[in-house]
Every structure is written in structure tokens, then in C-alpha cells.
């Protein structure tokens, strides 16, 4: 989803909520530090899954607030996952440079339960 933000509160709200996300995804790694510090274990590769959030990213040359429901970024470069529901696999992946990817706004759409 894209928005222009022009309205006052919608620029306020438009502003704060990179700051939350950043904030959730602070928490999200303390979470992960601390279950992997209890069981004494260690991760071998962290892959970040920013569904839902809300960020600040240039396209075509203009700022948009994006709002990725239900997917995640794919980057160039960038990894990520796209999974199923609680039971199915999950898959790793890297976003490449593409037009597609680029129509896409460099996204990965989550699998859906029909």
C-alpha cells in the first residue's frame, strides 16, 4: 500500500510510526538474544521478516510511507522468508534487482491460507 501523507495529523502519525517500528524490532532482538542466552545456544543465521511494518523509502525518486501488509522487503541483496501458516515450511530468500522487483516496490508477498 502507498500513501502520500499532506495532511497535519496524517504526517504526525506518518512520522511516529518508523520510530514504533524501530522500537518493536529493538524488542523482537532483545526477545531473541535472551531465549537463545536461556537455552545456551547460539544462532547460526538471523533472517529478519519486517511484515507489517511501515518505513520511509524512496521510489522513482519520491518519498513514500510504505506499508508492506502482509509481505516483506526484498531488497536487492536482502534476505528474507516467506512462510505459510504455524504448520507449513518456510523459505529463505534473497530479493535481486529486477523491473518486476522494482514495480513491486522491491516486496515479497506472504503465503496466504486460502
Known sequence: MLTRVRAYLGRRRATLTPVLNL?????AIWVVNRVLRLLGARDELR???HHNFAWWEQHDGENWLVVRKGATPAFPGQLGFVGGSMGDDAVIIRGKES?????ALYSTCMAQDA
Do not use: E, G, P
Not at 23 to 27: C, D, E, G, R, S
Not at 99 to 103: L, V
Open 23 to 27: 522500537m518493536l524490532f529493538a524488542v
Open 47 to 49: 533472517v529478519h521478516n
Open 99 to 103: 523491473a518486476a522487483s522494482q514495480r
